[in-house]
Structure formats: C-alpha cells, structure tokens
C-alpha cells in the first residue's frame, strides 16, 4: 500500500540526498540549538561561556559522521554531553545530540553495542542529574524517558527497515522464480511444437517418399496407380500443411470476428483415417483394433496417443520394410494402451532406427513421460518391432467415439 503521509514525499526526498549533506543539516540544527542558550539566557540562569558553547559544539559536530560511524559518534557524544553538564555554565536543558546518537544507535549499530551505549546513557544521566544541587525528581523521569523514546524511535526504523528489505528480497526471489517458471514453460512448449512437427514432417515425407519412389516404376504398366500413387503424395503433402497449421495456430492466433480461433488437433478419433490413409498410400497392410469401453481422454493425451501411433507407422514405412503393420487400442478403467507391431526387420537389423533409439522413439517415450504414462519398444514376439504405450488419465463420463 502506498505511503499516502503528507511528508512521504520530504522522506522520499531526503533518501536520495547525500547522506553526508542530510547529517550535516542535523549537526547545524543541533548545534543551533545548543547556542539557544547562549544566544538567549534564561534570566537568572548563569549565561553560557565560551567554554561551555564549546562542549556543547562537541555533542552537535560529531553527528557529521553518525551514519559512517555511529558507535565512535556516540562514543564522543557520550563524553562531552556529561563534560558540559557538569561544567555548569549552565547544563544543558535537553540532550540534543545524545538523542540522535541514541535514534541512530538504535537504527544501524550492532546488537552489543546498541545494548552498552543505552544502559551506559541510562546510567551516566541518572548520575549527572544526582550531582545537581536542585535537581527536581520529575527530571530523572523526563530525561530517562527521552532516552528510552529516542531508542525506542531507532528500533523501529531498524525493524521497518528490515521488514522493507525482507520485502523487496522477497519480491526478487519471486520475480526469479517467475522468470524461471516462464523459461521452463517455454522450453517446454518449444520442445512439444518440435516434436508434433517431426511427426508431422516425418509422417508426410515418408508417405510421400514411398510413393514417389514407386510413382515412375508404374508409370507406364500401370498408368492407373501411378495417378494413385501421385494423389496418394498431394494428400499427404495436404494433410501435412494442415496439420503444420494447427501448429502454427498455437503460435500465432488468428483474429476473427467471432475472436480468437484455433483448429482443433487430431485426437484417438482420427486413428482409423490415420491408419487407413497409410495403408492405401503405401500398400501396408494396416488395420486398427478396439478393445474394451472407449472413455474420454484430457485433449493433451488425445493429442499425444495419436502422435504416438503416427509416429510408429512412420517408423515402420521408413525403417522396417514391413508389409503389415497392426494397431490396437486396448481400454481400461484408468488407462489406454496403444500397441503398434509390424512384421519388418525388427530391431536387430544394421543402421535400423527403430532398434537404434532415433529421434522418435525418443519423441514417443517423451510424450508418454509428459501423460504420466510409460513406453516400452523393442522387438515383437514374432519378430519384427513393437511399441508399447501405457497412457493413464482416462476420466469417466460419456465414451468416446472412434470412427
């Protein structure tokens, strides 16, 4: 909250000045009240002499040097304060350099020397006002209770200042701690948008090589499916900018009149186009089997098992030189588990990336990581390759459809 006080702007001002120059107006305003008596004597009173003004000056000149050394200041204000008392020409009616030593003690000294310059104060006035010949006993309660006040004032600063630095320390810890969490976030959203565009790019590239590839060995026995293989390449190149799109999306919204829009991300619904569209684009035998009772799934787990089946079939079309590749999507009460196995090479074969942990099956393991969930890859029972995929997060409510 704000200091709304009327002098928050004087305390403001006088923070920024220099130190030196502030203590120097509080030495000249001490010693200006030091000379008061001398300046204006009380009528009776002995008038002040020189002598005295000069031991007066001692208790106001010191203070110059409070904030550099507040225990010496004190220590040489300790000693002419009672010097002048005792001189007697006359006393000092009011303390008031004993009281800024004391303010300032109490504000910036260490704890020992804090506690021997108060009970030293305490004692040395209560014995110079014993010494008096007229001393009154509502002196000793004025005087002792000044220098608890001005102590008392110091402590409060300390502990105001203190509580205002454990503020802004803590203000810094949590202004780092937000940059770190912003940089985790980052690194982490980076390195989702790198993977879904791997699988994208990879999966459409693959597709698009294989039927590039076999395009010109048909092309003149088999004008039909060479056309086929040729649409079987624009339809992947189609599907890869639309996907790389929905990317983008995240990256960079696009205004409408409606307001902010996205294109939603392929999820478990659009597995049997997935797996239909790479059978008819690369001649796989791939086919997709359901087990058990389809349940909603959170949108960041959709997304990942859907990665993780494309990115599988990648793998196979690539590497495995397969000629079937099965799907199964099994359902349990608290989790899904995708399985993918081709009848290709298997792991063991030379320069193989399935078995020698590329890239993506470095992106499956990860994506099922971030679901709270496992991968598991290697060889199949039968030989070939298989990926094993654990997801966990399945939520009750309606089935979900697959179709």
């Keep these: 909250m704000p200091d709304r006080s009327p002098l928050a702007p004087v305390v403001a001002r006088l923070r920024t000045t220099n130190p030196y120059a502030v203590d120097a107006a509080v030495a000249a305003l001490a010693l200006f009240a030091v000379s008061l008596q001398w300046l204006f004597p009380d009528e009776g009173d002995d008038p002040l002499s020189w002598r005295g003004w000069l031991l007066g000056a001692a208790t106001a000149v010191p203070l ?27 006393p000092p009616d009011l303390m008031y350099g004993g009281f800024v030593v004391l303010y300032t003690l109490a504000a910036l000294a260490r704890p020992w020397q804090r506690r021997v310059m108060l009970a ?40 105001r200042r203190a509580h205002t630095a454990e503020l802004e320390d803590r203000a810094r810890r949590l202004e780092r701690e937000r940059a770190a969490d912003t940089a985790r976030a980052t690194a982490r959203e ?14 459409a590239v693959s597709l698009m ?28 190149g189609r599907d890869a900018m639309t996907q790389l799109r929905r990317i983008l999306g995240v990256l960079k919204e696009e205004e409408g009149e409606s307001g ?12 049997p186009g997935l797996v239909r569209l790479v059978g008819e684009s690369t001649g796989l035998r791939a086919e997709l089997k359901v087990s ?32 079937c590749a099965a799907v199964a999507l099994d359902w349990a009460e608290d989790a899904v588990r ?14 193989d990336a399935p078995g020698g942990g ?34 966990t997060g399945v939520a009750a409510g309606r089935p979900a459809a697959l179709g």
């Design 64 to 90: 110059v040097w409070r904030r550099a050394a507040p225990f010496a200041t004190a220590c040489a204000v300790s000693v002419a304060t009672p010097a002048q008392a005792l001189y007697h020409a006359p």
């Design 120 to 159: 030293g104060w305490l004692i040395g006035v209560a014995t110079t006002i014993s010494h008096r010949e007229d001393a009154e006993p509502f002196e000793y309660a004025f005087q002792l209770l000044s220098i608890v006040c001005a102590y008392a004032f110091g402590s409060l600063s300390r502990s």
């Design 190 to 203: 980076r390195a989702r948008i790198a993977r879904d565009m791997h699988d994208i790019l990879a999966h």
């Design 209 to 236: 090589v294989v039927q590039a590839e076999a395009g010109p060995v048909v092309v003149r026995s088999d004008p039909a499916r060479a056309e086929a293989a040729f649409d079987a390449i624009a339809t992947a």
């Design 260 to 271: 902010p829009r996205r294109l939603p991300q392929p999820g478990l619904a659009a597995l």
């Design 292 to 323: 058990g009772e389809p349940r909603p799934l959170p949108p960041d787990t959709e997304v990942a098992a859907y990665r993780i089946v494309q990115e599988a079939l990648t793998n196979t079309v690539k590497h495995a030189y397969a000629s």
């Design 338 to 351: 995708l399985t993918v196995t081709d009848d290709g090479r298997g792991p063991s074969a030379p320069g």
């Design 358 to 391: 590329g890239h993506g099956l470095i992106g499956i393991r990860e994506r099922a990581a971030a679901c709270g969930g496992e991968a598991v890859t290697g060889g199949g029972p039968d030989g070939g390759f298989r990926v094993v995929v654990r997801l």
